[in-house]
C-alpha cells in the first residue's frame, strides 16, 4: 500500500509564499497522475491542481491558477506545490493523493495526515 507523507505548510502573511512536499512510500507513484487537495474549515476538501505522470500535463483550480504550481520529481516520488501571493482564503489542510477531477478519475487512496496551511490578512 502506498503511504503519502506531506510536508511544509505553516504560518505565513498575505502576500507570502509557501512550498509543499508529498513523498510517496512506492515506486508505482511514477506511473501515477496526481493531485493537491485542500480542506478549509467547515468545508469539503477540493482538488486544487493537478500534474500528469510525465510531469508533462497541469490543470488548476480557477481560484488558484496563476498562483500556484504544482510539480513532480519522480527519481524522489514526491509531488510539489509552490504556493505564492497567499490569500486568506487558501487557509485549510493540504493533502495530496490521486486526483479525482479534472477529467482524471483515480481511485483515491489512503490519505496521509495533510499538512496545516494559515495565511494570516
Known amino acids: 500500500q502506498v503511504h503519502l507523507v506531506e510536508s511544509g505548510g505553516g504560518w505565513v502573511p498575505a502576500g507570502g509564499s509557501l512550498g509543499l512536499s508529498c513523498a510517496a512510500s512506492?515506486?508505482?507513484?511514477?506511473?501515477?497522475?496526481m493531485g493537491w487537495y485542500r480542506q478549509a474549515p467547515g468545508k469539503q476538501r477540493e482538488l486544487i491542481a493537478v500534474?500528469?505522470?510525465?510531469?508533462?500535463?497541469?490543470h488548476y483550480l480557477d481560484s488558484v491558477k496563476g498562483r500556484f504550481t504544482i510539480s513532480r520529481d519522480n527519481a524522489k516520488n514526491t509531488v510539489y506545490l509552490q504556493m505564492n501571493s497567499l490569500k486568506p482564503e487558501d487557509t485549510a489542510v493540504y493533502y495530496c493523493?490521486?486526483?479525482?477531477?479534472?477529467?482524471?478519475?483515480?481511485?483515491?487512496?489512503?490519505w496521509g495526515q495533510g499538512t496545516q496551511v494559515t495565511v494570516s490578512s
Open positions: 493523493n490521486r486526483p479525482n477531477g479534472f477529467g482524471y478519475n483515480r481511485e483515491i487512496i489512503s
Open positions: 512506492e515506486d508505482i507513484f511514477k506511473l501515477w497522475a
Open positions: 500534474i500528469s505522470s510525465g510531469g508533462i500535463q497541469t
